[in-house]
Structure formats: structure tokens, C-alpha cells
């Protein structure tokens, strides 16, 4: 089994900065993709930023220069560093990771989510 645990949300003003984490453990042999998506009240879950094994990254075009994404393969942890936030930001974000527990297989995986409030 996999875990995937999420912190580092919070309530900040607009303009302002949040760092979110996400640590991967349990039977884990490797971590493929890892990603963070957020969703809005009454809104579809969207994908905020993916981030490859390799370190190739992905943003949504609404991110794009203010958001940074990050992982330590060693410790099979994800950073999502959020900076100028606007109010359009506020969602619970969502760590996601594809894991293989063992050699020739992988699942997608989900964590429980982290609200993230801007207040404007």
C-alpha cells in the first residue's frame, strides 16, 4: 500500500506565498510522475503542475512563472512552491504520483488534499 500525505496549505493574503509538500511512502520501488491538481468549489479538478522522474516539468498556462514544482527522488517527495497568489488560487490541491510497488507494475495514486485560501 501507498500512501501519499500532503501540507502546507493555509490561508495567505493575495500577492503573497505558500509551499506545499507531498512525501510518498509505503511499498514503493519507484515513483514515476508526480503532479499537483487542485479543485474549486463547483469546479473540475485541473492540473496545476507535473513533474517527471527525470525533472521534466509541466505547468497550466494559469501558473505558468509563479508556481515551481520540484521532487527528491531519494526521499520520494514533491514541492510545489506557490508564489504571487491571487484569490483565484483558493482550491484544495491535490498531490498525485504514479508508483510502481514493485518491477512491471504501476498505479496512480492520490493524496487526502490541502486547502488553500487567498484572501484578496
Known amino acids: 500500500q501507498v500512501q501519499l500525505v500532503e501540507s502546507g496549505g493555509g490561508l495567505v493574503q493575495a500577492g503573497g506565498s505558500l509551499r506545499l509538500s507531498c512525501a510518498a511512502s509505503?511499498?514503493?520501488?519507484?515513483?514515476?510522475?508526480m503532479g499537483w491538481y487542485r479543485q474549486a468549489p463547483g469546479q473540475q479538478r485541473e492540473l496545476v503542475a507535473t513533474i517527471t522522474s527525470g525533472g521534466t516539468t509541466n505547468y497550466a498556462d494559469s501558473v505558468k512563472g509563479r508556481f515551481t514544482i520540484s521532487r527528491d527522488n531519494a526521499k520520494n517527495t514533491m514541492l510545489l512552491q506557490m508564489n504571487s497568489l491571487k484569490p483565484e488560487d483558493t482550491a484544495v490541491y491535490y498531490c498525485?504520483?504514479?508508483?510502481?510497488?514493485?518491477?512491471?507494475?504501476?498505479?496512480?495514486?492520490w493524496g487526502q488534499g490541502t486547502q488553500v485560501t487567498v484572501s484578496s
Open positions: 498525485n504520483a504514479e508508483v510502481s510497488p514493485q518491477y512491471g507494475f504501476s498505479f496512480d495514486y
Open positions: 509505503g511499498k514503493i520501488f519507484r515513483v514515476n510522475a
